[in-house]
């Protein structure tokens, strides 16, 4: 079977001389002859291509990309170690001088009294008790801790609150006492008052 023979099946095809179903019997006719071995095919027509078959030229280029891709590589993967060897380092600082932000009494006191949601007089007595036994150090660790805009919020949010109910309740100097805390912690918290 010549390549001729192939690809006059396919030009016939293409000019409208062969349907798509004449073109499909007869290409699948002549598959099934080189299968058969009724059809032998001549190795000029379809011989493997090896690497010694392509152009000097092209062996070239696909060296230079191969070896452009590995350096590449071996710069971004020398960044990222050296980027995470920075970051581990800064972080063990910070660690070392301030304790993690999990860690920190500073931050484990807002935490602990968000997650608790305890708004008596007691608890914001034994919060500020805390607050003010804690070193300035802590204290400051606490206020960049991500928690503590919300700790600001939810100060304001029941000062605002029990404002109101002040004059509602019958038992007032209960509210004004638990007013009076409130404001004592959003100072001790250096709250700035929201009016």
Excluded: C
Excluded at 116 to 143: K, V, Y
């Amino acid at each position: 079977m010549s390549a001729s023979a192939i690809r006059d099946l396919a030009r016939r095809h293409a000019v409208g001389e062969l349907s798509l179903e004449e073109y499909r019997a007869k290409r699948h006719a002549l598959i099934d002859d080189i299968v058969s071995g009724q059809q032998p095919l001549t190795y000029g027509e379809l011989r493997p291509r090896t690497i010694a078959s392509f152009q000097p030229r092209r062996v070239l280029m696909l060296s230079a990309v191969v070896v452009v891709v590995a350096v590449v590589a071996a710069i971004s993967i020398w960044m990222l170690g050296s980027r995470t060897n920075s970051v581990s380092a800064a972080q063990q600082r910070t660690t070392s001088q301030a304790g993690s932000p999990d860690t920190s009494p500073g931050p484990l006191l807002i935490k602990s009294f968000l997650s608790a949601n305890n708004w008596n007089t007691d608890s914001i007595q034994d919060f500020i008790d805390q607050w003010t036994s804690l070193p300035q150090q802590e204290r400051e660790l606490a206020r960049k801790d991500y928690r503590f805009p919300r700790l600001v919020s939810e100060v304001r949010q029941q000062i605002v609150s029990q404002r109101a109910m002040s004059g509602l309740t019958k038992n007032a100097s209960d509210a004004k006492a638990q007013l009076a805390k409130l404001q004592d912690m959003a100072t001790r918290l250096g709250i700035k008052p929201d009016n």
